[in-house]
């Protein structure tokens, strides 16, 4: 099977926080990854387990980069006062399952859940890195990407957000989404880095020759 990527994650201390919130952040990342899907062309399937886990896959792995700045930006700006940590995973893979991922199968799927379990209390991003798996700069960005990210306000994360559509939607549309102004919007965007974030996500979906 040709490579996919996995994503793996789990709520940031959702133990304590009330079932309710619990579940309206599952549902956050739920439509998150069904927004991801509307651009990936396909279902990535997104799965709960475990109570506060989930998982999503990408047939494209390129797209993992801009999968995983938009599943923060969306959190940060439903504000749903819970955060996740990410696992991923770039391999090959043995089988999706009928429904959902509960059935799915092979080393992208093996590693992803195995680098979260590995994860330190702390850490909130993960790759499996590996022959085939990775280019060292991948991973370079991603780590880079993810403090960027992680230092987003509510404001930038929900400009960015709609702004990580890869049909691009121009700076008057988001203003006019958000009832904001556009230079608004601009200094938001400015503010969150995505300009120097553009290049990033070129090199990372580029088809290879």
Do not use: C, N
């Not at 509960?102 to 979260?116: D, H, N, P, V």
């Not at 990775?134 to 960005?141: D, F, H, L, M, N």
């Not at 549309?173 to 996500?201: D, E, F, N, P, Y």
């Amino acid at each position: 099977m040709e490579p996919i990527a996995v994503l793996t994650g789990d709520l940031i201390a959702s133990t304590k926080a009330e079932g309710a919130a619990v579940d309206r952040a599952m549902q956050t990342l739920a439509r998150a990854a069904r927004m991801i899907g509307g651009w990936a062309g396909h279902d990535t399937r997104f799965t709960r387990f475990r109570g506060d886990g989930w998982q999503i896959y990408l047939a494209r792995p390129g797209l993992v980069l801009r999968a995983m700045l938009f599943l923060t930006a969306y959190m940060r700006a439903a504000d749903t006062g819970l955060a996740t940590r990410m696992a991923i995973a770039i391999a090959p893979y043995d089988r999706l399952g009928e429904a959902g991922l509960s059935g799915a199968s092979g080393l992208a799927f093996e590693r992803s859940g195995r680098e979260l379990d590995r994860m330190r209390r702390h850490d909130t991003l993960a790759f499996a890195a590996g022959p085939a798996a990775w280019e060292p700069w991948q991973g370079a960005v991603l780590t880079l990407a993810e403090w960027q990210a992680g230092r987003w306000t509510r404001e930038q994360a929900e400009a960015m957000a709609m702004a990580l559509d890869p049909l691009a939607p121009t700076q008057d549309q988001i203003a006019q989404s958000l009832g904001i102004t556009r230079q608004a919007v601009q200094a938001r965007l400015k503010g969150a880095g995505l300009a120097a974030l553009h290049a990033a996500l070129a090199a990372f979906e580029m088809e290879p020759p």
